[in-house]
């Protein structure tokens, strides 16, 4: 079981540019989500999806757009981005029918846009 | 409404002390209250979590204590060793929200020998 993989695990971008975070689960969760983290502001959600072919917005959302065509996988797109969107975003997966469940997570990939 | 406010930003501890981490809430709906651990370069990962039916919860050295009149919950670690050394994220949810998980703004803390 590898659980959540993230990949790339860094990358730089220049303004302006785009790029697709890669986030796929191996678990057979149906809920999927994108975090942000930045220092001291811990972590923001950006996307959800509550199964394949559903999406939506969380608290931090724009500059972003996500889709979900299998339940496995989950990307996350910058169209055009931004210094503001500099930060470390996570991968994470849950399958909340189970009686203890929690979120796992992937290792994260570093965003650095100049 | 929605936040969860965590304290403190940072915490020194020397081996074999307490560390204690608060979180306070406003929502009266959230019903399942994580704590997370992140380890630096690594995703947060479940440390022990708590719903409102009960006010404590140990897992070996991790306590959560949980006020629900309060709209509290703390993280104490007992006997605290450098390997505990990390970030922990208290966290709070509803059932019926999607699960959506809404963090505190985490807790730095760094145990010394």
């Known amino acids: 079981n590898a659980g959540v993989t993230q990949t790339p695990k860094f990358r730089i971008l220049k303004i302006g540019q785009s790029m697709t975070l890669q986030c796929a689960q191996d678990?057979?969760?149906?809920?999927m989500y994108w975090y942000r983290q930045d220092p001291g502001m811990g972590l923001k959600l950006i996307y959800y999806s509550v199964g394949a072919g559903i999406t939506d917005k969380g608290e931090v959302p724009n500059g972003y757009n996500v889709s979900r065509s299998t339940t496995e996988y989950f990307p996350l797109r910058l169209e055009l981005a931004a210094p503001s969107q500099t930060s470390v975003y996570f991968c994470?997966?849950?399958?909340?029918?189970?009686?203890?469940?929690?979120?796992?997570f992937g290792s994260g990939t570093r965003l650095t846009v100049v | 409404q929605q936040q969860v406010k965590q304290s403190p930003q940072s915490l020194i501890v020397q081996k074999g002390g307490i560390s204690i981490i608060n979180c306070a809430y406003e929502?009266?709906?959230?019903?399942?209250f994580p704590w997370y651990q992140q380890f630096p370069g690594k995703g947060p990962a479940l440390l022990i979590a708590?719903?409102?039916?009960?006010s404590e919860k140990k897992e070996g050295r991790f306590t959560i204590s949980f006020n629900k009149s309060a709209k509290q919950f703390s993280l104490h670690i007992m006997d605290s060793q450098p390997g505990d050394s990390a970030t922990y994220f208290c966290?709070?949810?509803?059932?019926?929200?999607?699960?959506?998980?809404?963090f505190g703004t985490g807790t730095r803390l760094q145990v010394f020998p």
């Open positions: 929502n009266t709906a959230f019903d399942y």
């Open positions: 678990m057979n969760h149906n809920y």
């Open positions: 994470a997966s849950s399958y909340p029918q189970t009686a203890n469940y929690g979120y796992t």
């Open positions: 708590i719903r409102p039916d009960v």
């Open positions: 966290a709070a949810s509803t059932s019926y929200n999607t699960d959506k998980l809404i």
